[in-house]
């Protein structure tokens, strides 16, 4: 506990000397913010879009990280983050370096197309596990969009979008005081498995139109978390015991800097750089000592320009993206599809786009957006000890994308009661790809010492839109068409025994979907055709390789409200309903690795005055969730169906907080997975074997009882 003491100690410290610079703002005692749940900011929010098409879709979610003390888990990391998103499964694999798997209307296409700031974050490795190397000190919102986004995102994938934007002091601070030039926010977390990260936050804004924000973060933990051991037999509490995993620590430091301002010129600019590192143990099979680690890096500078022009109401937008990412793993003793490798990424952005409005209708606007992007992936094999030079590879493969998306909506307002606009977003993406292979596979030599060039098969998409508000009451109607590319490492292959499918077909989705959104919660209906979707198969004992298994459909139910009983008192509840089906050679068979039943619910009380302790109110709250998912398949061979416990979560804070110098200390207990459910149990008659620590099929729900502190102090 001594470092506790030791960050409270400086924390008050240096707050008693920030004081002296900071301006006393005065608020009249009765001055109270009624409080808005999820349900009305979804609908106002929905208001919004529905007169300006543009802005986004109706059902757009937007995730903020500003935490209510008592609403929630403080959040240690993305993944707690997208736990509150309600149009998504959210399943964990393993601790919190582990794997996190996000099915936005229970899609099942790889993942969700993830951004920042509107750049893709595909790179080393997949997009969720990037994610995973932002600082969450610099995750402001999350934008979540399940069927298609606004035109100037240009979506690449057919599983849904989200576009994570950067902090800045309203979005990232408790109080968000225009006169307070300096404020600062600063944050420990400890907890099980030695877990510890500590944060700091710093914003500076000298006058009203001009910040500048800076964040630096520091993550480390063993993850020794026990295991099951079932010794290759099937899987049994009762035949085997528990270990505490291996190599399964993780260290991370990640940083940011962003400055926002206004020029008469060029409108908005908003600039923002990240850098991401970690260092992660891998761990071996049950029984086996690892000393593997794989060493992380990402790099994502974007400058994002704004500007309406007053006199015609065109506005226009310009962004340039920059990403570079590597991946290393090294020490591998055995083995030789996990062998060692280096990755190496980059992605260029460069987007301009335009919206012009006119009124020969009704209110209609116009827009164009125009995107360029080159991608590039290298990649090299590391030979392990045990095998020969000979082994060697690498692979060196680029691509230039050119996308063009268009938009047109009209709004027209019937009555002061009734409202009804249409909007239609349209896009197709050109692209010219080249690679390089060099490797010595066995048995693959067909495949090796080839070069690839060809202009790749273009891809399109579009998505129809109607929605009408009559009172408090919206309802849209939604068609959507899209489509997603092969990635680089899928179409041209990498060297830890990926061998290239230059044949691969785009992954395509049409989707309808249909719902009604009130203040206090909505209702929906969707269903999907997904065809082509890209699996990855193993082809020998050595090498594996992406290929177009199945289609399928997906038919869905949602509902999701919460509500405020009293204005410090909320009960919320989230439930998804799925039927998704594959069909495999003319055959339809249901697809269960998609939980059918989906329940996310819970309650908390958030700010209960407790009374005044030196100059500051002294306030309370305190949460409880439960979360719960019907059977489904953990794996991808659809063998060994497994019963998730439901988990249950709680925690409370306690807050000393002055609105009047803009002051909020909160310190927060919490409980993750109350009654210690470490594993799955299997619920079908061919037993499982547990073959790999790392928890791959078992690692659901998230390992044990958990306990976290976290200090949080603004100023």
Request: charged share 15%; glycine share 6%.
């Amino acid at each position: 506990m001594r470092p506790i003491f030791v960050f409270a100690f400086v924390l008050f410290s240096v707050n008693a000397f920030a004081q002296k610079s900071i301006p006393i703002i005065v608020i009249p005692e009765n001055e109270t913010i009624k409080k808005q749940s999820n349900s009305e900011n979804k609908f106002n929010k929905s208001v919004e879009i529905l007169h300006d098409p543009s802005l986004g879709n109706i059902n757009q979610e937007t995730i903020s990280s500003k935490m209510t003390p008592g609403s929630s888990p403080a959040p240690k990391s993305f993944s707690d983050l997208a736990d509150k998103i309600t149009s998504a499964q959210v399943e964990h694999f393993g601790g919190e370096a582990g794997a996190l798997r996000i099915r936005l209307r229970g899609a099942r296409a790889f993942e969700p197309s993830y951004y920042f700031n509107g750049i893709p974050l595909t790179g080393a490795g997949s997009s969720e596990q990037n994610v995973s190397l932002l600082p969450l000190s610099n995750i402001g919102l999350l934008n979540v969009y399940p069927d298609s986004p606004p035109f100037w995102l240009s979506s690449m994938g057919i599983s849904g979008d989200i576009d994570i934007q950067s902090c800045r002091r309203i979005d990232c601070f408790t109080y968000d005081q225009e006169n307070n030039v300096n404020a600062f926010k600063v944050t420990e977390k400890i907890g099980s498995y030695h877990y510890n990260q500590i944060s700091g936050v710093y914003s500076l804004k000298p006058r009203k139109n001009f910040e500048i924000f800076m964040t630096s973060e520091y993550t480390s933990s063993k993850e020794d978390y026990p295991i099951f051991n079932s010794s290759n037999s099937v899987l049994n509490p009762n035949q085997g015991y528990f270990e505490s995993l291996q190599n399964n620590d993780f260290k991370k430091f990640a940083a940011s800097f962003g400055l926002s301002t206004f020029n008469q010129s060029l409108g908005k600019i908003k600039f923002d750089t990240v850098f991401g590192n970690q260092n992660k143990g891998n761990p071996g099979e049950i029984g086996s000592f690892s000393i593997s680690r794989t060493k992380k890096n990402i790099l994502i500078s974007t400058l994002n320009t704004q500007k309406l022009f007053s006199d015609s109401g065109l506005q226009w937008g310009n962004q340039l993206g920059i990403l570079y990412n590597t991946s290393d793993t090294q020490n591998i003793q055995s083995g030789f599809a996990a062998q060692a490798n280096h990755s190496e990424n980059y992605t260029l952005q460069l987007k301009s786009w335009f919206l012009l409005p006119s009124f020969i209708l009704a209110q209609e606007q116009s827009g164009i957006s125009i995107e360029l992007l080159q991608a590039n992936q290298k990649t090299k094999t590391l030979v392990p000890s045990n095998l020969s030079d000979d082994y060697k590879s690498s692979v060196n493969a680029n691509r230039n994308d050119f996308r063009l998306s268009l938009f047109e909506s009209i709004v027209i307002a019937v009555t002061n009661k009734y409202s009804l606009s249409a909007n239609m977003n349209a896009w197709v993406s050109f692209s010219q790809a080249n690679s390089n292979m060099d490797c010595n596979y066995p048995g693959a030599s067909n495949t090796c010492n080839n070069k690839f060039q060809e202009q790749e098969k273009s891809i399109y998409g579009y998505t129809f839109s109607l929605q009408n508000k009559y009172d408090f009451l919206i309802h849209f109607m939604r068609y959507t068409l899209s489509m997603r590319r092969p990635y680089l490492n899928e179409f041209y292959g990498a060297p830890e025994g990926l061998l290239p499918n230059i044949n691969l077909l785009p992954e395509s989705s049409k989707k309808f979907e249909t719902g009604f959104r009130t203040l206090f919660g909505e209702i929906g209906y969707f269903h999907a055709n997904d065809n082509n979707l890209i699996f990855l198969q193993q082809t020998s004992s050595n090498t594996f390789q992406y290929q177009n298994i199945e289609n399928g459909y997906r038919d869905g139910f949602y509902l999701n409200s919460d509500y405020y009983i009293f204005d410090f008192w909320k009960v919320y509840f989230s439930y998804q309903y799925l039927i998704s089906k594959m069909i495999l050679e003319n055959e339809e068979s249901f697809v269960p690795r998609s939980a059918k039943h989906y329940i996310n619910t819970g309650t908390n009380v958030e700010n209960i005055l407790l009374g005044h302790v030196i100059g500051y109110q002294a306030l309370f709250g305190a949460y409880f969730n439960m979360n719960w998912q019907s059977p489904f398949y953990l794996d991808y061979a659809n063998i060994n169906e497994m019963d998730v416990p439901p988990l249950y979560n709680a925690g409370i804070s306690y807050t000393l907080s002055n609105k009047l110098n803009s002051q909020n200390y909160t310190i927060s207990f919490d409980i993750y997975n109350i009654l210690d459910e470490t594993y799955s149990s299997v619920s079908n008659s061919t037993g499982f074997i547990q073959q790999m620590q790392t928890n791959g099929y078992i690692g659901y729900p998230p390992p044990g009882r958990r306990f976290y502190i976290s200090l949080i102090g603004e100023f």
